[in-house]
């Protein structure tokens, strides 16, 4: 059964875009926050961003922040990532995550639902 299915992947040069897109199957698969992970290669999963459906409340790592947009759609039951100013260490798979009320923005443990992640490769 799909709940949350990322898209917008691909390869791109250093200091290029991306912008990747989640979508919730269904409206209860939306969940209280949409996080954004990331894992590369030989590294742990790391917090890159996350969102509240309700007030819009973002949330960012420092690695990221100035550099990456996380916004919502919620007609569309959707979240995206929109990166800027890419660079090689950020490469990795790129997993979108719900969390219910209460859970922690940046704790991957406190979210319930996953997507199947994106790879994002970025190199010259």
């Known amino acids: 059964q799909v709940q949350l299915v990322e898209s917008g992947g691909g390869w791109v040069q250093p200091g290029g875009s991306l912008r990747l897109s989640c979508a919730a199957s269904?409206?209860?698969?939306?969940?209280?926050?949409a996080g954004w992970f990331r894992q590369a290669p030989g590294k742990e999963r790391e917090f890159v961003a996350a969102?509240?459906?309700?007030?819009?409340?973002?949330f960012y790592s420092d690695a990221v922040k100035g550099r990456f947009t996380t916004s919502r759609d919620n007609s569309k039951n959707t979240v995206y990532l929109q990166m800027n100013s890419l660079k090689p260490e950020d490469t990795a798979v790129y997993y979108c995550?719900?969390?219910?009320?209460?859970?922690?923005?940046?704790?991957?443990?406190?979210?319930?639902?996953w997507g199947q992640g994106t790879q994002v490769t970025v190199s010259s």
């Open positions: 269904a409206r209860s698969f939306r969940g209280f926050l």
């Open positions: 995550a719900s969390a219910p009320r209460g859970a922690r923005a940046t704790v991957g443990n406190d979210y319930d639902y």
């Open positions: 969102i509240s459906w309700g007030w819009g409340n973002t």
